[in-house]
């Protein structure tokens, strides 16, 4: 496909946390110039070390850019970034298509919608998946919902960040998208994790198991990429636990409203929260074999 992009002028990104500063890092040759803005204006440093810029505050990027890149924690957050006083959409320029990649509430993504084409921009809501290990290798899988026009329009820098990139239908269909994708990776974490302690109670060799059975049935992305760290006690953050709450949340919401139960994500959504009331929120998502550690009373994780 043609690159669009050269027409658009300077991109800007808002968020550059543990996945944003990755995903921002890999469109920068597509970027003239990146503008960056992070809370922790720390953390925006090694994009600057790659010739981006860094603003003060997001109405800066508003004022200099006409595509904007936003992934940051809370629904919260992004309400304040687009809506706040120093926010996105009363700065904006006509014609600015804004991304949101934090996965947030489709509902959200609706009304930013709604509010950038009164003023002459579009937005498309974007959520990704791939973990850290995904927005380092520019690997992610990209869930997009909006028009097609604009979504064409983005696809040369999704296609920079990911190995996926599907416009899943209008404003907010990205959104669901990612709650399908969270709802799977809830039950496939509980999965792996209650074999991994079956495993050690039974005096398994845990790297044979996972190689083993990661060749049969078994196998997927969480048995390939955070069975490894549970068995080297590495729980450092690909994805938080407080962020993951905070996506059950949303599902569990959205699917209350439509009418759903949805008892196994209800199940793993409360043991995670045990582990972020035991102070462990800001651990990775493969910390689940500790709650259910825990729950057992085996002592087989610290």
């Known amino acids: 496909m043609e690159n669009n992009t ?8 808002i968020g550059t946390g543990v996945m944003g500063r990755w995903m921002a890092h890999h469109i920068v040759p597509l970027a003239s110039p990146l503008y960056v803005y992070n809370r922790t204006k720390s953390k925006t440093a090694p994009l600057v070390s790659e010739g981006a810029t860094a603003v003060d505050l997001p ?3 508003a004022e200099k ?3 904007i890149f936003t992934i940051v924690g809370h629904p919260s957050d992004v309400e304040a970034v687009y809506f706040g006083e120093n926010g996105l959409l009363q700065h904006a320029q006509e014609g ?14 609706i009304e930013i919608n709604k509010a950038a084409k009164k003023i002459g921009c579009d937005s498309i809501d974007a959520p990704v998946s791939g973990g850290d290990v995904g927005a380092r290798n ?3 899988s990209i869930m997009a919902g909006g028009t097609k026009e604009s979504f064409e329009k983005i696809l040369p820098f999704f296609q920079e960040m990911g190995k996926s990139a599907v416009l899943q239908g209008p404003a907010g269909s990205g959104q669901h998208t ?3 994708n969270q709802i799977v990776i809830a ?9 991994l302690l079956y495993a050690r109670k039974a005096g398994l ?3 044979t198991l996972v190689q083993t059975i990661g060749k049969g049935a078994a196998g997927c992305w969480t048995l390939d990429n955070l069975a490894p760290r549970v068995l080297k006690d590495d729980f450092k953050p690909g994805f938080m636990i407080d962020h993951f709450i905070k996506d059950m949340g949303i599902a569990l919401e959205e699917s209350k409203n439509m009418g759903l139960a949805l008892p196994g994500l209800a199940l793993v959504q409360q043991l995670y929260i045990a582990l972020q009331g035991a102070g462990e929120g800001s651990n990775g998502t493969q910390a689940l074999v500790k709650a259910l550690d825990r729950l057992n009373s085996t002592h087989l994780w610290n």
């Open 138 to 140: 520019g690997q992610l």
């Open 205 to 207: 060799d845990g790297e």
């Open 96 to 109: 600015t298509i804004f991304i949101d990649m934090t996965t947030t509430k489709p509902s959200l993504a």
């Open 6 to 13: 050269a027409t658009l002028g300077a991109v800007g990104w």
């Open 178 to 180: 990612k709650m399908c």
């Open 187 to 195: 039950g496939t974490m509980i999965g792996v994790s209650e074999s």
């Open 59 to 61: 109405k800066e990027i």
């Open 65 to 67: 850019c006409r595509i």
